[in-house]
């Protein structure tokens, strides 16, 4: 069995372990990866304060966002001819999921629609994550299956925090060969040159990063973080602030606002599951 222990503020956590690292999680804090440590050295970016204090929005580990990334227009969009609101970055990270399984390198959580998910998202679902570690490769699987009649819209993200030093950006990189973004700081499109992450804040919606995945260089004597993820993530979204330690590098199935829009939504029909996969290794 995985290892449980009282964490963060006694929150029931779960420890996976691979070679030489180890992947802390909890599951009521919206299945949040709280750790990734390998070797001495802790990947992950975590304001302990924000995790104990169930009235703020955690910043830090890798939240999961579902089922919108970003902000949707007025927080609102319409469904079946009626109007819902959703707060930014959905439900999901907000929520306890249950433990379905847990080995030494696997966890597998579970998140169902209720009564409350379905007064803001009219939908049923059956969502499952499973953690797992190989060697030192992190592997977060989302499942959506839809029970339901209707076809279940999907708008997916993860939002790793990886900690970069400020005084490393002006040294670290994110590759990518985008040539335009959504600057949310700016609120238009720009043309993408290069990252500068020591801006005071740098919130870019990279649309046209062609591929599944990255390479965060995270300056002298620290070690490149590779990611991958599936082909549907089409959006990578960089953040970042000055004066802090960490550096957003975050796959998105579409751009911000697409439960409104509709432009890139995936769909899951009913009883048919949709499953993608992100990876963290070094």
Same mark, same amino acid.
């Given at each position: 069995?995985?290892r449980? +222990?009282?964490?963060?503020? $006694?929150?029931?956590?779960?420890?996976? *372990?691979?070679? #030489?690292?180890?992947?802390?999680?909890?599951?009521?804090?919206? @299945?949040?990866?709280?750790?990734?440590?390998?070797?001495?050295? #802790?990947?992950?970016?975590?304001?302990?304060?924000? &995790?104990? #204090?169930?009235?703020?929005? %955690?910043? $830090?580990?890798?939240?999961?966002? +579902?089922?919108?990334?970003? =902000?949707?227009p $007025?927080?609102?969009? &319409?469904?079946?001819?009626?109007?819902?609101?959703?707060?930014?970055?959905?439900f999901?990270?907000r929520? @306890?999921?249950?433990? /379905?399984?847990?080995?030494?390198?696997?966890?597998?959580?579970?998140?169902k629609?209720?009564?409350?998910?379905?007064?803001?998202? =009219?939908?049923?679902?059956?969502?499952?994550?499973?953690?797992?570690?190989?060697?030192?490769?992190?592997?977060?699987?989302? !499942?959506?299956?839809?029970?339901?009649?209707?076809?279940?819209? &999907?708008?997916?993200?993860?939002?790793?925090?990886?900690?970069?030093?400020?005084?490393?950006?002006?040294?670290?990189?994110?590759?990518?060969?985008?040539?335009?973004?959504? !600057?949310?700081?700016? *609120?238009?499109?720009?043309?993408?040159t290069?990252?500068?992450?020591?801006?005071?804040?740098?919130?870019?919606?990279?649309?046209?990063?062609?591929r =599944?995945?990255?390479?965060?260089?995270r300056?002298? $004597?620290?070690?490149?973080?590779?990611?991958?993820?599936?082909?549907?993530? /089409?959006?990578?979204? &960089?953040?970042?602030?000055?004066? *802090? #330690? +960490?550096?957003?590098?975050?796959?998105?199935?579409? @751009?911000?606002?697409a439960?409104?829009?509709?432009?890139?939504?995936?769909? %899951?029909? =009913?009883?048919?599951?949709?499953?993608?996969?992100?990876?963290?290794?070094?």
């Amino acid at each position: 069995m995985s290892r449980a +222990f009282p964490g963060i503020a $006694g929150l029931e956590t779960y420890s996976l *372990k691979g070679d #030489d690292c180890c992947v802390e999680v909890i599951p009521s804090r919206g @299945a949040l990866v709280t750790s990734f440590q390998v070797g001495d050295e #802790d990947l992950l970016y975590l304001d302990a304060a924000t &995790v104990a #204090d169930p009235a703020k929005n %955690v910043r $830090g580990g890798i939240p999961v966002l +579902f089922p919108i990334a970003g =902000p949707l227009p $007025g927080d609102t969009y &319409v469904a079946q001819r009626e109007s819902y609101t959703l707060p930014q970055h959905g439900f999901a990270r907000r929520m @306890a999921w249950a433990v /379905r399984q847990a080995e030494d390198s696997l966890l597998v959580l579970g998140l169902k629609s209720r009564p409350e998910t379905l007064r803001v998202f =009219p939908f049923e679902f059956d969502a499952q994550l499973t953690f797992s570690l190989a060697g030192r490769r992190l592997t977060v699987a989302f !499942d959506l299956q839809n029970p339901g009649f209707r076809p279940v819209p &999907v708008h997916l993200g993860f939002h790793p925090y990886f900690r970069v030093p400020d005084a490393a950006k002006a040294e670290s990189k994110v590759e990518t060969d985008a040539t335009h973004a959504w !600057d949310n700081v700016a *609120k238009h499109e720009v043309p993408v040159t290069r990252l500068d992450l020591t801006e005071a804040e740098v919130d870019l919606h990279l649309r046209d990063h062609s591929r =599944p995945g990255t390479l965060l260089a995270r300056g002298p $004597g620290l070690r490149p973080i590779k990611l991958s993820w599936s082909p549907e993530f /089409r959006t990578m979204v &960089v953040w970042t602030l000055r004066g *802090k #330690d +960490f550096v957003c590098v975050e796959p998105w199935t579409a @751009a911000a606002g697409a439960l409104a829009t509709g432009e890139g939504l995936l769909h %899951v029909p =009913p009883d048919e599951r949709l499953s993608l996969e992100f990876d963290i290794e070094v």
